[in-house]
């Protein structure tokens, strides 16, 4: 089946989860990752049950701490 994984077309298995797609695609971190399938997000608890489809368009977001000092 074909999953659109960051902006790429990609081939899968069928049947693959969330939890897999972040091992084969070596996502850094998955305990930090927020991953959405078709622009709705998905429960970190909830990778191993999330049940991938073709079609599907999967991101992974990292959220990043930072920024600048404020002048006070």
Same mark, same amino acid.
């Given at each position: 089946?074909?999953?659109? +994984? &960051? $902006?790429?077309?990609? *081939?899968? *298995? %069928? $049947?693959?989860?969330? &939890?897999?797609?972040?091992?084969?695609?070596?996502? @850094?971190?998955? @305990?930090? !990752?927020?991953?959405? !399938?078709? %622009? @709705?997000? +998905?429960? =970190?608890? =909830?990778? &191993?049950?999330?049940?991938?489809? %073709? $079609? %599907?368009? +999967?991101?992974?977001?990292?959220?990043?701490?930072? $920024?600048?000092? =404020?002048?006070?």
């Amino acid at each position: 089946m074909k999953i659109t +994984v &960051a $902006g790429k077309v990609k *081939e899968y *298995e %069928d $049947g693959i989860t969330v &939890a897999k797609l972040t091992e084969l695609e070596n996502v @850094e971190t998955p @305990e930090y !990752v927020t991953v959405t !399938v078709n %622009d @709705e997000f +998905v429960e =970190s608890g =909830s990778f &191993a049950q999330t049940v991938l489809k %073709d $079609g %599907d368009t +999967v991101e992974f977001l990292y959220f990043m701490g930072g $920024g600048q000092p =404020s002048d006070r």
